[in-house]
């Protein structure tokens, strides 16, 4: 079945670090891909997505591109900052929706 | 202003109490789901409601019961809950389930804190 592996945290980085958050999917057929955000307290947010292979998903900084060759779908970011402390889920659309566990990065100044 | 708006933020009840949570969207939609987040647990999907389908997940106890009167609401009752209820329940809509809205995106709230003494 469809599936999302990403890499566990807790992930800290110093302020103006460059962040990768890896993601690996499984899926039959040709799911789109998103990553989300959830900062304390709330509930999750569309970071990017990108629904074919090649697309890069950008927001914010962040940026993502499906690869299909590899199954993976990669958070990047060149120089985070404080603000961006949170936890990142990717998620994938196949028939339905899956998650994966969440990465918790916590930004120090 | 997410769009979806659940109610109440945080809840707390006794294993023998009744309580009901609430979701409302206000972009449209005509999907909706419950998830349930638990720390250090992936998100779990409890039930969808569509103009296409009603899915829900086996493995949800049936102390737990959804009700969806209309596109726009969804809410989650609650009785006889555990101690082990106690989570971050999200609700979510998105545009569609099928055709070119397939690819829509989950809108979530921001969640009801639920704990249960």
């Known amino acids: 079945g469809d599936s999302v592996t990403q890499m566990e945290g807790p992930v800290t980085l110093s302020e103006e670090a460059f962040l990768t958050i890896n993601c690996t999917y499984t899926a039959t057929g040709y799911p789109s891909l998103f990553w989300y955000v959830q900062y304390p307290g709330e509930g999750l947010q569309l970071l990017l997505k990108?629904?074919?292979?090649?697309d890069k998903g950008s927001n914010k900084g962040f940026e993502a591109t499906y690869r299909k060759e590899t199954t993976s779908f990669h958070l990047e970011k060149g120089s985070v900052q404080v603000s961006d402390s949170a936890v990142y889920f990717c998620a994938l659309m196949g028939n339905q929706f899956y998650f994966g566990t969440g990465t918790s990065l916590t930004v120090i100044p | 202003e997410t769009g979806v708006t659940q109610t109440p933020r945080h809840l707390v009840m006794g294993m023998t109490n009744k309580k009901s949570l609430k979701c409302e969207q206000h972009?449209?939609?005509?999907?909706m789901y419950w998830y349930k987040q638990s720390a250090k647990k992936p998100l779990e999907l409890m039930f969808v409601?569509?103009?296409?389908?009603?899915?829900e997940n086996n493995s949800v106890p049936s102390r737990f019961s959804p009700e969806c009167p209309n596109s726009s609401h969804l809410f989650l009752h609650l009785h006889t809950l555990q101690p082990e209820d106690s989570a971050l329940y999200l609700c979510?809509?998105?545009?569609?389930?099928?055709?070119?809205?397939?690819?829509?995106?989950?809108?979530f709230g921001e969640g009801s804190r639920l704990t249960v003494l």
């Open positions: 979510a809509s998105r545009r569609g389930t099928s055709g070119p809205s397939k690819t829509g995106e989950l809108f």
């Open positions: 972009l449209g939609h005509n999907a």
């Open positions: 990108a629904t074919k292979a090649d």
């Open positions: 409601y569509s103009l296409e389908e009603r899915v």
